[in-house]
């Protein structure tokens, strides 16, 4: 008798234990904050050309159409700063960055040497998983022929080459590239119209890192990524020599 009225009256302390467990599963931890969600729409308006180079980030006036405090607003705009899509300038406050040359040649001088590292690691399964389904990705990006769909799908292949090192910090520095990289390709894609010979333009090219990169002919993998790197780099660079940088959505 008092063993059983000891393992039944121990049943409900487990159950009162494990309450408060299952009670934190359903919540949305994830959620990004007011500030984060701040930072993402006003990305999207940059990346767009809605807000173009130069233009002032007013706080009262996002605030209110976002419909959130100028408290969040202020820490997007912060986000955006280290994101390098905004700065601060004197008696101006936040403005949209003007795409610079100087900037893009360090961007891709930076990509070229971290890239051209990672395109000649190991082929395990998983890496080769990997570059496929971000390749794959991009095809279905393609299909939609929007540019910053496209753009984005084109930076997740690129973080899979870097994903090949291993190097979760490696990673992580390549990943906080890709939002000002995809505000240069962005400036690429509409000149050049892209998304409408987007084969061409694009898969092509990617399909060929694909296959250079699953070779196991890693000098010949490093020389394709690089000639794709430099093309890309040139081009922009022609672009922004000419003028033709007053919003990445023109």
């Known amino acids: 008798m008092d063993g059983a009225r000891t393992t039944s009256g121990a ?35 940059i990346l767009d050309g809605t807000l173009g180079p130069g233009e002032r980030l007013r706080e009262s006036a996002l605030a209110e159409s976002l419909g959130i405090s100028r408290n969040s607003v202020r820490e997007g705009i912060r986000l955006l700063e280290q994101g390098r899509l905004v700065r601060y300038e004197m008696h101006r406050g936040a403005v949209v960055v003007t795409p610079s040359i100087d900037e893009l040649d360090d961007l891709f001088r930076t990509r070229l040497h971290l890239e051209t590292l990672a395109v000649g690691a190991e082929r395990t399964p998983e890496r080769v998983k990997a570059l496929e389904g971000a390749f794959e990705a991009l095809v279905a990006a ?28 490696l990673s992580a520095f390549f990943a906080s590239l890709t939002t000002e990289l995809g505000y240069y390709l962005l400036i690429l894609s509409h000149t050049d119209d892209e ?9 092509a090219h990617h399909r060929r890192l694909l296959d250079t990169a699953l070779s196991g002919d890693v000098e010949g993998a ?4 690089a000639e794709h790197l430099h093309e890309n780099h040139q081009r922009i660079r022609q672009i922004l020599a000419a003028g033709g940088a007053g919003g990445a959505g023109r």
Do not use: K, N, W, Y
């Open 142 to 169: 393609a299909g939609t022929s929007q540019a910053r769909e496209i753009v984005v799908a084109d930076m997740a292949f690129h973080a899979a080459i870097v994903d090949g090192l291993g190097s979760a910090r």
């Open 222 to 225: 490093r020389a394709a990524l």
């Open 11 to 45: 049943a409900p302390e487990r159950q009162s234990a494990a309450a408060p467990e299952r009670a934190l599963v359903p919540l949305a931890l994830q959620r990004t904050s007011a500030a984060e969600q701040a930072a993402d729409h006003l990305t999207a308006l």
């Open 195 to 203: 998304p409408g010979h987007v084969d061409e333009a694009v898969l």
